[in-house]
């Protein structure tokens, strides 16, 4: 009996070990990549330059067409007919282009020198093969070109021509978007042509390709030797994937990452963790607004169903303050939903005042009567309450949401607040099932034309549901159609005009603040640059 | 020869009571609404009018605890309270009556021991939703398994004991013999098993709410308070420590009485 | 020994099918729909074609009890079906997880395996002495700190302050030994307490007297008698254990970035992935299983009287 419970314990540590060094085995031709090798025919005189980067979420299935895959990491590999940057549609794949004198016919000339990272050159027959491989594929409903394509062909080699059904503004807009009117390389493609199913080989014209990834764990960029553009001034990159912030910034104080970036879909970093790292004397970097973060008060329901409760809501909110405290100066007060830098957005709008004796002034007229000794305003016997059912595990909802409930409590208004997990939350505000609830904006290139198509049609986003109590909403529908159709600036401008100041009387979408995304870098890393609000580009980024 | 009680059990018990009369009292103790957001009062360092600073909301911290302890030792003690009774009822009933239900009690608690408990209160709370109220209803949906199994295997052997067979062959009705000559038998065991895991269902509750399931916000709690501290590590570590070392000085304690408790009882036995 | 072993594992078939069957119902009872899930996380439109056509890809269409058996049949296949979030084949996002997810768990088992016996031998040679009140104190505060907390705490000691470890990835050795051991405390808290309190017991023993009365030396009584006795109840414990090592990661995985089962199901539970939620519980339902069913056999291998008892 000794002898089988020595044995016993000699082979569970024997297992524990090997369970221990089959790891390392395994893995340990991956991560630390700041002294690998190059080994893709490069010659050079210094050891390649790598840097390693937090990312709150894996990168996904780098599939161009669908929707897997993280926002930034398709980014990186694949590219579109344009871009949109520095405030406009820039040149991407298409050096030039020519709209008809109706709208209806865009015609694109391709770079002659753009070439996917197999080496192959990318042809209008490419560009055809993957809008057939996007169109078959049938998931983007929302995305309003696609509506309006009528046809689209290949006039030659380099020349690629699509023609709508009515003129639309904002095509370019939209084929400057992340996805899915991106390239993918020959190669790539399923023997049928399609990609719904899945791609054969991540091929893309992007200044970087994946040249490692384990899920869940990290992925690795390198320069694609055969960019059209600029080189990137590092040889490539890792994206570490972080479950939680507070580790993330361990690692970069350990030294084990160079970097933090904070974007739309990787926020590991809260703000008072952003100042403290500014004060331990990292490197800071903070964008321009990229989307703006608003509550939403849904119209349909009850008590603010009624006018002048939304009002009192609106105007018991010290947004100023709450900004002030909940993001200490990164992010200012939106006084409008759109940032007045967003594509013909710049139409000044007074915006909501902070009014707490107003609100209680609006409540008393419409019968809401604080009792003695009650801490809440009722009428017919019914309380004033709402609830706000927000994502716990976001830090700024959370933020909010307590916030806001002390806030109206200097009303009489009593909300309730609910922390759910996050596809709760989504679905449920997506279908119109709350009372308040926190939305963003989607950002260049979508805003605003296509944001605010989606708040026109019923059931197309949680704003929808705010609008809907709108006196003329086919009104407000039909200008929100015709605006990006009109070809004529000013008078693009004034639609929009009436169109946001028609949001904002409605008193139901509370803009809070412009969202900034922000990064830290060791102290050796300078060349941080931003992009739309989901995107990480590492083009310029320098390590000294 | 009495064993003499050591010394740690009297500061372990003093401290116990203390903690029941913060629970008993708390509300009465606070000086500071503790769901009232301040925010130009952020982290504010330890004064006398916030004896342990105030959090990232401008809360006095030290209010919060007192409420928090309420709550936690509170939600605690009413899920253990649930769960042993039911779960002792049920074992004890199953081992007695014997036969088809208490095959059935043995194979649906098996099935369901085969289980990692935090996946199972994880999955109730997605289909129920995340609230106070649902989490607390999970953990009693989870718990009482476990109490059965003690509490059945047990009685298995009380069973046979010399003077239940004498009770039965007198003719003693079988709600007589439970009541009166199992269940007291039963007493102490689960009176240690009951110290014993009231550290680990606070633990567990910290746990959850660390996942962003347990106890809702701005509700003070120990779990809540420490998981949403952990953010603050860096920066404002006080905010942190008070809520932690308060919960780690509460299930220490139970720890070390309940286990100088089932000594006490090996020993008599 | 044979017929044991069989018994055991005829026993395990009933069982399996209440849990596949539980997994299965509870699952579909969840409120937020699976055509839902689906299209929200594919972003397609609400519209009733593509519902229709989610429908018909999940077979959500057919009543209850048939899809009961198709997902059963395809399971028995080794087929978990395709992730509704991310479309990846289930049955191979489990086993990376799994791999991760044990490889943590045997490091955990390693310090478990060491330091219990070590702890328990302090605490026992001694009772009461410092050696004995310093191990109780250890493992009292063991199961009295949250694990997110030694976590965080030992990220912070030894990856920032003292940079002795690292803090992310699972490259090498080193990255392994916070996080087992975070994840070990508690079990090796308790299990020292039980080995302890099994030497004592021992040691009160019958055969401890005879032993001393014989006149064999204290310290061998102590390894051969003693330790070897009190172990047995705890290597059934620590066997059955594992299970609870393997499905009790979830918070661990979270403070570490560990891509293991605890994250998945974390996951998958938050976005109502169906599938992969099916064959976790599955899975682990097995893993747990068969860890008692090993835990029961290797103790009563070691110990012939558990083996004899069952013919007695």
């Known amino acids: 009996m000794k002898k089988r419970l020595s044995i016993l314990l000699a082979v569970c540590m024997l297992a524990g070990a090997l369970a221990g060094c089959g790891a390392s085995k395994e893995e340990s031709a991956a991560g630390e ?11 050079e005189t210094e050891a390649p330059v790598f840097v390693t980067i937090a990312s709150g979420v894996d990168i996904g299935d780098m599939n161009p067409h669908l929707a897997n895959a993280a926002i930034f990491a398709q980014n990186y590999v694949y590219e579109g007919l344009v871009v949109y940057e520095d405030g406009g549609i820039q040149p991407g794949l298409a050096e030039t282009w020519d709209i008809s004198e109706d709208g209806l016919t865009y015609t694109f000339h391709l770079r002659e020198n753009a070439m996917y990272s197999d080496g192959t050159a990318l042809t209008a027959e490419n560009v055809v093969k993957n809008f057939d491989a996007i169109f078959a594929a049938n998931l983007y409903g929302y995305m309003g070109a696609a509506a309006y394509m009528d046809h689209y062909t290949a006039v030659d080699e380099h020349t690629f021509e699509i023609v709508l059904t009515e003129p639309y503004a904002p095509v370019l807009h939209d084929l400057a978007a992340v996805r ?10 399923m023997e049928d042509g399609s990609t719904d199913q899945g791609i054969k080989e991540i091929v893309g014209t992007g200044p970087w390709m994946l040249t490692d990834y384990v899920e869940n764990e990290y992925a690795t960029f390198e320069q694609n030797p055969y960019y059209w553009g600029e080189a990137p001034k590092i040889d490539g990159f890792t994206l570490k994937v972080f479950t939680d912030g507070q580790t993330a910034v361990s690692a970069l104080e350990a030294g084990e990452i160079d970097m933090i970036y904070d974007m739309y879909e ?44 939304r009002k009192a809501l609106i105007l018991a909110l010290d947004r100023e303050s709450i900004v002030q405290s909940v993001f200490g100066g990164l992010e200012e007060m939106a006084q409008s939903y759109y940032w007045p830098g967003t594509m013909d957005c710049n ?51 959370t933020s909010f949401a307590q916030i806001c409930q002390s806030e109206v409590k200097k009303i009489g208004m009593n909300m309730k607040i609910m922390g759910e997990e996050y596809s709760a939350n989504i679905s449920r505000i997506y279908s119109g099932e709350f009372e308040i609830g926190y939305t963003v904006s989607w950002g ?101 | 020869m009495k064993k003499k009680i050591p010394f740690r059990i009297y500061i372990v018990s003093a401290f116990l009571l203390l903690v029941l009369i913060v629970m008993a009292f708390a509300p009465q103790l606070i000086t500071h609404d503790p769901t009232a957001v301040d925010l130009l009062n952020k982290y504010d360092p330890s004064s006398l009018t916030y004896p342990f600073g105030t959090d990232d909301y401008g809360r006095c911290v030290f209010c919060r605890c007192l409420l928090a302890i309420r709550n936690s030792v509170g939600i605690a003690v009413s899920i253990e309270t649930v769960t042993v009774l039911i779960g002792t009822i049920l074992g004890m009933l199953a081992a007695y009556i014997g036969g088809v239900f208490d095959q059935i009690v043995n194979v649906v608690s098996e099935a369901l021991l085969s289980f990692p408990s935090v996946i199972l209160i994880m999955m109730i709370v997605a289909f129920l939703g995340a609230s106070t109220e649902n989490i607390i209803l999970a953990m009693l949906m989870v718990n009482w398994i476990w109490y059965t199994r003690i509490s059945r295997s047990l009685t298995l052997t009380l069973k046979e004991r010399k003077y239940v067979q004498a009770a039965k062959l007198c003719g003693a009705s079988s709600a007589t013999i439970l009541l009166r000559h199992i269940a007291p038998g039963l007493m102490s065991q689960m009176v240690v098993q009951f110290t014993m895991s009231l550290g680990s269902v606070i633990l ?49 304690s139970f720890q070390i009485l309940g286990d100088w408790v089932s000594e006490r009882l090996r020993g008599r036995a | 020994m044979r017929k044991y072993i069989i018994k055991q594992i005829l026993m395990i078939i009933p069982t399996l099918l209440i849990v596949s069957i539980v997994a299965f119902g509870m699952i579909r009872m969840l409120p937020a729909d699976a055509v839902e899930t689906y299209m929200l996380a594919n972003h397609l439109e609400m519209t009733d074609e593509n519902i229709a056509m989610v429908e018909e890809k999940f077979g959500l269409h057919e009543p209850v009890v048939t899809q009961y058996f198709s997902w059963v049949s395809a399971v028995l296949h080794l087929d978990f079906g395709e992730s509704y979030t991310s479309n990846q084949e289930v049955a191979d996002m489990l086993w990376k997880a799994f791999k991760a997810t044990a490889q943590l768990a045997g490091a955990a088992m390693l310090w478990i395996v060491v330091l219990t016996p070590v702890l328990g031998i302090f605490s026992a040679k001694k009772p009461n002495g410092w050696m004995d009140g310093f191990t109780r104190m250890f493992c009292l505060m063991g199961t009295a700190i949250p694990t997110f907390v030694l976590g965080f705490f030992m ?35 308790s299990f020292v307490q039980m080995l302890r309190n099994e030497m004592l017991e021992n040691k009160k023993g019958a055969f401890t007297l005879y032993a001393n009365a014989r006149g064999i030396k204290e310290g061998v009584v102590f390894r ?80 012939p009287r558990i083996r004899l008892g069952e013919k007695g």
Request: charged letters at 15%.
């Open chain 1, 444 to 544: 260049d290139p979508y805003d605003p034309h296509s944001t605010l198509a989606a708040m026109a049609t019923v059931g197309g986003s949680a704003e929808y549901f705010a609008l809907a109590s709108m006196e003329n909403f086919d009104d407000f529908a039909a200008k929100v159609a015709a605006a990006p159709k009109a070809v004529d600036a000013e008078e693009r401008q004034a639609l929009y005009k009436e169109i946001m100041q028609a949001i904002e009387d409605e008193y139901s979408i509370i803009p809070i603040s412009y969202q900034t995304n922000r990064a830290i870098t060791q102290t050796n890393i300078s060349g941080v640059t931003f992009g739309l609000s989901n995107i990480m580009p590492l083009n310029e980024l320098t390590v000294e």
């Open chain 3, 155 to 189: 990220i912070r000691l030894f990856g920032v302050q003292l940079k002795i470890l690292p803090v992310s990835g699972k490259e090498s050795w080193m990255n392994y030994i916070m996080p087992s051991f975070a994840l070990s405390l508690a079990h090796i808290s």
């Open chain 1, 180 to 189: 899915p009117f991106r390239m993918l390389g020959d190669a790539g493609f």
């Open chain 3, 224 to 303: 051969t008698h003693i330790l070897k006795n009190s172990m047995l109840p705890v290597v059934n414990t620590v066997g059955i254990s594992i299970g609870r090592l393997i499905a009790g990661t979830v918070v661990i995985e979270n403070v570490f970035s560990w891509p293991g089962l605890g994250q998945l199901i974390t996951k998958a539970i938050l976005a109502r992935d169906y599938p992969v939620i099916q064959a976790y519980i599955l899975l682990i339902a097995i893993v747990f299983i068969c860890a008692n069913l090993i835990a029961d056999l290797l103790s009563a291998w070691v110990d």
């Open chain 1, 33 to 43: 990549a700041t002294t690998t090798e190059e080994n893709a025919g490069e010659e």
């Open chain 2, 204 to 252: 567990g509750l910290a746990g959850f709410s660390f996942l962003g399931i347990g106890i809702q916000r701005p509700t003070p709690e120990l779990g809540i308070m420490i998981s949403d501290g952990c953010g603050l590590i860096r920066t404002n570590f006080m905010v942190l420590f008070w809520p932690s070392l308060i919960l780690f000085l509460i299930v220490l």
């Open chain 1, 266 to 309: 990787s926020q590991l970093m809260s703000v008072d963790t952003y100042n403290s790292l500014v004060d331990a004397g990292y490197n800071s970097f903070i964008s321009e607004p990229v989307l703006t973060r608003a509550l939403t008060l849904n119209s349909q329901v009850e008590p603010l169903n009624d006018f002048n409760v």
């Open chain 1, 347 to 397: 139409v000044g709008l007074k915006g909501y005042s902070y009014n707490v004796e107003e609100a209680n002034k609006l409540l008393d007229e419409d019968g809401w009567v604080l009792e003695d000794g009650k801490e809440y305003r009722t009428k017919d016997g019914k309380e004033l309450a709402v609830t706000f059912y927000y994502d716990a595990s976001n830090v700024v909802q």
